[in-house]
């Protein structure tokens, strides 16, 4: 069950800062897609986000010019919308999605709030854009509040700088990868201490081999120690 909030405050957002959300677009072909990525506020009735040029979300938000912020804490949302090689046929599952109320785009039906956007203005800085968007709809669910666990956190994070380890890799940028790929191990330990065994502890194991296959596709450069 979802209950309108007055505005991004309702949420705890704050000017300046950036939030993790998963951005959540129609494509060409009218199939949705999501994918995570930091958004952030300055007055509070407009969102900025900052896709690169070259991916999905980028398009689609250059044609359809509508998009669903959806906030949630479950790292396995985060980690399946970034790396969609590990869903079934490489897409996230159209199950997970529902239309928006407002404007033309999905929205992730388990997260636990959402808001509905539209673009403004775009401005290309680059390999990334600026999309200024007015926020249209704020939704929440009603959910109960849950134990804080660290494992929940950790896995978050190891999955953003992941994003950004392969990236380098690509670049060939491996001193940077390394920096990263030393973060990961450092979650991964807190995960398997205070959560062995779980969901979490899954999808840093399946995160790990995800890295360890970019490297070997790289020639692993300077990054010379597997996980």
Not at 35 to 53: D, F, S
Not at 150 to 170: G, P, S
């Amino acid at each position: 069950m979802v209950e309108a909030v007055n505005n991004l405050e309702d949420l705890g957002f704050a000017k300046g800062a950036i939030f993790e959300a998963i951005v959540s677009t129609y494509c060409l072909d009218g199939q949705p897609t999501a994918a995570p990525m930091g958004v952030m506020t300055m007055n509070m009735q407009h969102v900025i986000v900052k896709p690169y040029c070259s991916t999905l979300t980028f398009k689609n938000l250059c044609f359809q010019r509508d998009a669903v912020l959806n906030l949630t804490s479950n790292p396995e949302l985060y980690y399946r919308t970034v790396f969609k090689e590990v869903n079934p046929n490489g897409r996230v599952p159209l199950e997970w999605f529902g239309k928006a109320e407002i404007v033309n785009a999905p929205r992730v039906l388990s997260a636990d709030a959402f808001v509905e956007v539209s673009v403004v203005d775009i401005k290309l800085l680059g390999e990334r854009a600026e999309f200024l968007c007015g926020v249209k709809l704020v939704r929440c669910s009603r959910v109960l509040p849950k134990a804080y666990c660290r494992a929940t956190f950790a896995t978050i994070e190891a999955i953003i700088h992941a994003t950004r380890v392969k990236a380098f890799l690509n670049k060939g940028e491996y001193e940077k990868a390394e920096r990263l790929i030393e973060l990961i191990r450092h979650y991964s330990a807190v995960v398997n201490r205070v959560a062995p065994n779980s969901k979490c502890s899954e999808i840093l194991a399946d995160l790990i081999r995800q890295v360890n296959l970019w490297r070997r596709e790289n020639n692993e450069g300077s990054c010379e120690n597997s996980f």
